[in-house]
């Protein structure tokens, strides 16, 4: 692989560095925010909960932005918002503005959970496409477990504006970067700058041929049928677009952020009695989630995306339902309490290798160039809702339905996420962007 295309691909994946960050740093922060501004228990969840309808927000008004100003100037935007996010959290005067700020950090984690992916699949060469959006994954849980680390090290004094306001680095680096980062070829071709779209294909491969067998492609994908909205006419976007979004939504329904979220609270159901052995416990979490995303970096491009999937998925089903026996019992004792560990630390690494980073990766590979920014805005969105109410909803199932109820549900819908990767999704291994089709068979037109 080109040096230049990993270092595109890098920079670009600072955004979700900036996912992974701000989305995990609150949860130590908001200990010590609630006692500044004497927050009741409502408004620390909403102080917890205001980021993610940012992130709505972003996700849903991002795919029209990056289609008008470009893709390599959204994610700048992205950047900024994550500049101005966290600069208005760290100097807040009190619990209003501080929400404003958090709502503004969920805007830049919106826009950029849809340009990132969607930038660093159109710049790279398809044989390395896959690691490189993997890569983007790699950058969240790096984000995820820099957040716990950071909030661990200014625990003892309780400076929660430290917490909040260390994301400017990344962000000062990201908008750097994007100033000097090419624009997509692809979104080039689009906009009719065939001259430049060449010389950065040019840059991509350092085959001519290469490079003209793509440029052909993309042209001609181009050139026929209607675009944005009017497009959702078609058969086959509509498809596309209910494969993306239900990819999306099922990757949040199957539970990931109860464990990323909620982790320390699920410990301390599993018998965990001091809060130092919880967040150890969630550090761990952090770094297994890290460590096995990179299987997916190696693998993704050699043995597919479907063959992951299943795997990742029958893993996170064993876990899930080993976690939902354990919790039939009303304290985890004996070896209980090292099972539901080893389980919450299976499924997490599972989850890492698989629906993680390739929703993300098929997202942005299904939808044709013409509509890909509206078919990535709203697989993403829909994302974003499933991840809101996945975590309005986990205590309370808990409450209500008991945890080991709760379990069985994740873990049932493990096995409607097989049933549906078997029946729906393309398999988009080493294809060109433009010759990925999907159809019903879950099968790509083009390899079928
Ligand atoms: C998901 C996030 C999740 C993260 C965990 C991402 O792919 O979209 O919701 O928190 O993975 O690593």
Redesign the pocket.
Known sequence: MRAYVLLVASVAALGGLLFGYD?GVISGAILFISKDFGLATRLQAFTISVVLIGCMAGAASAGAVADRIGRRLTLLVAGLIFLAGALISAFTPDENVLLAGRFVVGIGIGFSSVVAPLYISEVAPAEVRGALVSLY?FA??VG?LAAYAVDFAFSAGGQWRWMLGLAVIPSLVLVGGMLVMPESPRYLFKIGNATRARDELARIYADSSESGREEQSIVESLSTKSAGWEALREPSIRLALFIGISLAVL??ITG??TV?YYGPQIFEMAGFTSDSASILAQTLVGAV?CGMTLIAIFFVDRIGRKPLLYIGLAGMFVALAALATAFTQVRLTGSLGPIALGSMMVYVGCF?FSL?PI??LLISEIFPLRVRGMGMSLSTLA?WVG?FAVSQFFLTMVEKLGRSATFWIYASLCIVTIVFVRAMVPETKRELLETIRVDAGGRDAAGA
């Open positions: 989305t994954q969240i849980t995820i990757q949040q990931i952020n990323i989630n890492a993680g929703v993300w994302n991840n």
